[in-house]
């Protein structure tokens, strides 16, 4: 059974630079992927990034293109989420999931990620 503990998340002042951690335990596929997500309140969960766990593939939203970077460490079982440039519109609660890669637009959906962390919370002060 696969789970997921998120790590990293604080509070930092706009245009600081934080790097949450993801550690995966468990059997993990050629063919999974780890994501991002984020949820503010009173806002639906949003897609933020997400990488192939073989190979080069990400995939990023226009929201956070540029500024963040996702990344793994097959060895260490690990993903990471380097945030730079972050503003207060980043606030959120940040999750990792585990999940089916697909090409583009589909690894935005949350349906295809069927493992989360329980979150970790990121705080951007103006």
């Known amino acids: 059974q696969v789970q997921l503990v998120e790590s990293g998340g604080g509070l930092v002042q706009a245009e600081g630079s934080l790097r949450l951690s993801c550690a995966l335990s468990?059997?993990?596929?050629?063919?999974?992927?780890a994501g991002w997500f984020r949820q503010a309140p009173g806002k639906e969960r949003e897609f933020v990034a997400a990488?192939?766990?073989?190979?080069?593939?990400?995939y990023y939203p226009d929201s956070v293109k540029g500024r963040f970077t996702i990344s793994r460490d097959n060895a260490k079982n690990t993903v990471y989420l380097q945030m730079n440039s972050l503003k207060p519109e980043d606030t959120a609660v940040y999750y990792c999931?585990?999940?089916?890669?697909?090409?583009?637009?589909?690894?935005?959906?949350?349906?295809?990620?069927?493992?989360w962390g329980q979150g970790t919370q990121v705080t951007v002060s103006s």
């Open positions: 999931a585990r999940g089916t890669w697909y090409s583009g637009p589909g690894s935005r959906d949350p349906r295809n990620y069927d493992v």
């Open positions: 990488i192939k766990w073989i190979g080069t593939s990400t």
């Open positions: 468990g059997r993990i596929f050629s063919t999974s992927a």
